[in-house]
DNA sequence: CTGGATCCATGTTGATACTG
DNA sequence: CAGTATCAACATGGATCCAG
């Protein structure tokens, strides 16, 4: 990453370091669950089973550590209604919305150049010896 | 991902899934090393072990995998060359240029929201009960 | 309804040694 | 130089059961 993020700029607030974070980040989108749940929040807030529902055959485990993940990096809130049965919603924050987007871009990257990982991966496996 | 990439638009080539291949690319550029390996590939074609230098502390183990990993998705080339003893130079293709662009747009987006991130992960540890 | 706790199968990574 | 092969350590995800 280097030229990207001047890692002794920050005076004093300096956290571990930023390309830890970088990684850090890229491993959240990367993982499996992480990205389809921001997806499915990007119209608004959505409760723990309703989520559960959309994302269809995710365990309740990885949904709960997933969202979990989002908001220890504050990608998105959990907001608890003290009613019963208890209701606790989910929604993306700004930031989240934003990271979002950028991850948008790689699907359209995705899209684009369709055509050059298959053809590349179809090389890989067999191209006739 | 709905609404980023029409799921049933492209005609016949109907390879697996869109989705697939836009989680597969997340995967990748969420591992360990593919992304620090292809910003040592911005500047021009490396040879292995020049790779194996400047991205420190990967073992030839990883970097052999992750190389093979960005040449399956034709992110990179791999090109022998027959000398003695033998030179193998990879070079970012169009393709895994566009998409490291992407990749740096996510650093910026770390390095903008650095705060809120170390905020949120702060507040998780202890906002003093 | 929301989610914590546990157990377990599997995949991923690192260390190390060996090869054309 | 540029890998491959093997094994052990560890992380990850799923299934299941329990609880406020």
Redesign the interface.
């Given at each position: 990453?280097?030229g990207?993020?001047d890692r002794e700029a920050?005076s004093t607030?300096e956290?571990p370091d930023?390309c830890d974070?970088?990684?850090s980040?890229?491993?959240?989108?990367?993982?499996?669950w992480t990205?389809?749940v921001m997806?499915e929040l990007r119209d608004g807030p959505r409760r723990f089973n309703e989520l559960r529902r959309l994302v269809s055959p995710i365990t309740q485990r990885m949904l709960t550590s997933t969202l979990r993940g989002l908001?220890?990096?504050?990608?998105a809130t959990r907001t608890v209604h003290p009613t019963v049965p208890p209701q606790v919603e989910y929604a993306l924050?700004d930031?989240g919305r934003?990271?979002l987007t950028?991850?948008?871009?790689?699907?359209?990257?995705?899209?684009?150049?369709?055509d050059?990982?298959?053809?590349?991966?179809a090389t890989?496996k067999g191209p006739k010896s």
């Open positions: 990453m280097t990207v993020v920050r607030a956290q930023p974070l970088i990684r980040v890229l491993a959240r989108v990367g993982d499996k990205v389809v997806d908001e220890s990096d504050g990608l924050t930031s934003a990271l950028i991850v948008k871009s790689v699907a359209t990257w995705a899209d684009t150049h369709l050059t990982v298959y053809a590349a991966r890989l």
